[in-house]
């Protein structure tokens, strides 16, 4: 039989294809908005934007780094800084553009930030969910800056209250990130979090607590991860390697993954983020065997945008 025969069977089964592949792509508006979070994220590097005269001054990124927050109107409401345990630092700004109040957390760039990542051992959570165990340096910064915070995001929502509520943070910054926006969630208020290349925080019941969360009335989760970047997976893969799984406690990763696939330093398409969804998904970042530093400094752009802490 001639292949022209086959067209009208063949027509059904690659449309169907063809809309599959469609679907897989995030929309552009998602894209924009991952773009924007990534550099609020990067910002919280620059000391202009958590020290004692940064309220009331838009967000600070340096000329020509952050085209997205520089068209935006906003305004830094809080800034901190030196939190301990833990070195916490970062902002809470208004971005009057896009309605959206946005807690930022500054990534690894002290020695304390240094120890912060490597007290590995676990803790018990069950302040946040029944079972959860979490990792102990991340999880005794995350709770000392949620005191600091109370008064300022009540005051923020009060004055704001149809803005959206957003958290977001790259490495340290996302594992923190993540942590303090399932304490908002907690709290009763709805938090979406967009963590750039952020690490395990705890067991599985945590990862798989913080995935039924999204989509729910609480928030949305958005973990991004790049390529091969090893921060993502190294608890993960560690806690299942023979003979240190004997002295690393369990971490899993949490749902839905949006994975980045293009090269360091290449634009990000739509068509370059993988969605992945449920825990510890190995279609992604996780599954990679190697891993790379250098995916981990760059997510729709640097990852910071000031190098002094």
């Not at 958005?222 to 806690?239: A, F, G």
């Amino acid at each position: 039989m001639r292949l022209h025969l086959f067209v009208p069977f063949l027509l059904p089964v690659l449309g169907t294809a063809l809309l599959l592949q469609a679907l897989k792509e995030i929309p552009r508006a998602l894209l924009t908005k991952f773009t924007l979070f990534s550099q609020y994220s990067a910002a919280s590097t620059c000391r202009g934007n958590h020290n004692s005269t940064s309220v009331g001054s838009p967000v600070y990124c340096g000329v020509e780094s952050c085209p997205l927050i520089s068209a935006a109107d906003t305004e830094i409401l809080f800034g901190f800084s030196n939190i301990d345990p833990g070195d916490t630092a970062g902002y809470l700004a208004a971005d009057h553009t896009n309605g959206l109040l946005i807690i930022s957390f500054r990534h690894t760039m002290t020695m304390a930030n240094v120890i912060t990542d490597w007290t590995i051992s676990q803790v018990d959570a069950s302040a946040a969910c029944s079972g959860c165990l979490a990792h102990k340096g991340y999880w005794s910064a995350a709770v000392a800056v949620g005191q600091v915070l109370k008064r300022p995001i009540r005051h923020a929502k009060a004055r704001y209250p149809d803005y959206g509520l957003a958290v977001t943070g790259h490495s340290l910054g996302g594992a923190l990130a993540t942590l303090y926006a399932v304490s908002l969630r907690n709290e009763g208020y709805n938090a979406d979090f967009y963590t750039f290349g952020a690490p395990s925080i705890g067991n599985y019941v945590f990862a798989e607590f913080i995935t039924n969360m999204s989509d729910s009335d609480r928030g949305r989760n958005y973990r991004i991860t790049h390529l091969n970047d090893e921060v993502p997976k190294v608890l993960y893969r560690t806690s299942r390697a023979p003979a240190l799984n004997l002295v690393v406690a369990e971490y899993s990763q949490s749902g839905p993954e949006y994975w980045i696939t293009s090269a360091f330093e290449e634009p990000v398409t739509t068509a370059d983020i993988q969605v992945l969804e449920g825990v510890n998904n190995e279609g992604g970042n996780l599954g990679r065997e190697l891993g790379s530093l250098r995916d981990h400094l760059w997510y729709f752009g640097p990852t910071s945008f000031c190098l002094m802490p």
